[in-house]
């Protein structure tokens, strides 16, 4: 019998999972990671969450029955009522699988789970840029485009589990076609990582930069603050689409923060040209644009205080 | 010493005061009604809710003892704990107003204030088109547009309390220019009646329409239904505009309902052509669109439900 009592945190990712031993305050212990590139089958993904978690437990020397509770996420739509992640993207491919049911059989412990950005919401609610801060929206700009939304200092699912799905949202100089499903939303294909570098790819023309024809989405960004004028007008593009989605979010949820995550989500130049777009429209509240203070451990964070939060019904 | 009790509700509204006497179960016996053009003074606004009210007791012989209790709506910004009237428009001009001490005062029964979309957001909830259906969005389009939530059975108001104001949404097909505090948001001037009359007015032209130069927004939409063809594109302009702003609140609310209400919103076409653009984007959920059956009656309705509220404590 021991004493002492842990959690851990699991964030499934399309190319990677992490896994983290955290003690009861959320602090992390240790943590290992595994590759998901290939790995679509669900079972395969919760046997190497319970060999990453075995490992973890094994290096610290801490027997399983210590394990307190475990949260998780999968990049997808989530009942977190049952526990079944509904649908995720096409790196996963996931349709109604039972995940909370399969982390308690595979590890014999309470689960709860969510979906990715929302537990990044999570992770930054208690952890993180917002903490203290009862309402606000974490926006995850990776290589698409989700929002994960706190109100009351709760997370805010939605009647359906979708709340915060904006990479469709329809602002001022998106592509207007209905977008069918599966594929990037209007939104997402002009902030969304891998809508800016197919931009960049299609706009790029040695006349007008020197920079190469093929760059990620934060090298066009570090080009647009070294001078380079194509890179500076792919930005304010993206900068204005992103503050017209914060502006209409704040209209909508009176939501005066906004947390910015993801890859290319955290590039300083990004906010702080947003928040001069949503500056010039805000009147009555004017929303502050933050970045992520967890970084690319949003979503572990998250999963960790899920997992707290089951200790604390 | 009355057995029986009573229920007052208010809608006070930019050109009239309408004052009803409802029993428990919020059914309407007595209604009243009282301009407000040229009267802005909150003073003299409760005076006249007083004299109201009192006349249509004194109409159905009830003693004031046996009112339960008061609900009442402005348009603007209300602070619903503290029942303080934060801002209204210009029509009022209102800036802290204390609205439910003074209708305390001045009726010494307990009473309950909130905004006039709202509370039609309640009315429709409780008594109309969306009786049962815990997450939906009322929109008010009138003379400008407004958006009153529903999530989980209750209204969401916001951290400061202008959840929904959406009349300055960002959509594809609406001015870019920041908008100065008070003038009409750059949705509202696509969509509400105002900026439909001035839209009216800037596009006629006697070589592609046989209709008036002066025209209302439903006048403009009865000629789109006659088939008239610059009534048409004004109808599918506002109907592709408030589309978007309808997909855009369902992605981030992910509420499967939006009822339709104002002089410009229960045009039955408006909600058709509207319907269709939705359908157009909607993918994994499909948000329906449908009329208020309170029309408008809902503000009222709405002030009565609160003041059952305030019963049911």
Redesign the interface.
């Given at each position: 019998m021991t004493e002492r009592k842990y959690l851990i945190g699991v964030d499934i990712g399309g190319t990677n999972l992490r896994v983290a031993l955290a003690d009861m305050k959320g602090k992390i212990l240790a943590r290992t990671s595994s590759t998901t590139v290939g790995v679509r089958d669900a079972q395969l993904i919760v046997a190497k969450i319970r060999q990453c978690a075995d490992q973890l437990l094994q290096d610290a020397g801490i027997p399983r029955e210590a394990i307190t509770a475990i949260g998780a996420g999968a990049p997808g739509?989530t009942n977190v009522e049952t526990g079944v992640v509904i649908?995720t993207s096409y790196l996963l491919g996931w349709r109604d699988v039972p995940l909370k049911a399969m982390l308690e059989e595979a590890l014999s412990v309470p689960s709860a789970v969510d979906n990715d950005v929302n537990l990044a919401a999570l992770g930054e609610s208690f952890f993180g840029a917002a903490a203290g801060v009862?309402?606000f929206v974490f926006l995850a700009v990776g290589t698409g485009l989700g929002?994960g939304?706190v109100?009351q200092d709760q997370l805010?699912?939605?009647?359906?589990?979708?709340?915060?799905?904006?990479g469709?949202?329809?602002?001022?100089?998106?592509p207007?076609d209905?977008?069918?499903?599966g594929q990037p939303g209007a939104l997402e294909s002009v902030i969304g990582g891998e809508g800016l570098r197919l931009q960049w790819l299609s706009l790029w023309n040695p006349r007008e930069t020197k920079l190469p024809e093929n760059l990620t989405a934060t090298q066009i960004f570090d080009g647009a603050v070294a001078g380079d004028p194509l890179a500076n007008s792919v930005l304010d593009r993206t900068a204005h689409a992103l503050a017209?989605a914060i502006?209409?979010?704040t209209?909508?949820?009176?939501?005066?923060l906004f947390v910015l995550g993801g890859s290319v989500g955290l590039h300083p130049a990004l906010r702080d040209r947003t928040q001069k777009v949503v500056d010039?429209?805000a009147?009555?509240?004017r929303p502050e644009i933050v970045l992520s203070s967890l970084g690319s451990d949003a979503q572990l964070m998250g999963a960790i205080r899920l997992a707290q939060l089951i200790t604390q019904r």
């Open positions: 739509v649908a009862p309402n929002a939304i109100l805010f699912q939605g009647a359906a589990w979708t709340a915060g799905e904006v469709y949202m329809l602002v001022p100089g998106v207007q209905p977008v069918e499903l017209c502006f209409n979010m209209l909508v949820l009176n939501t005066p010039a429209h009147r009555l509240l």
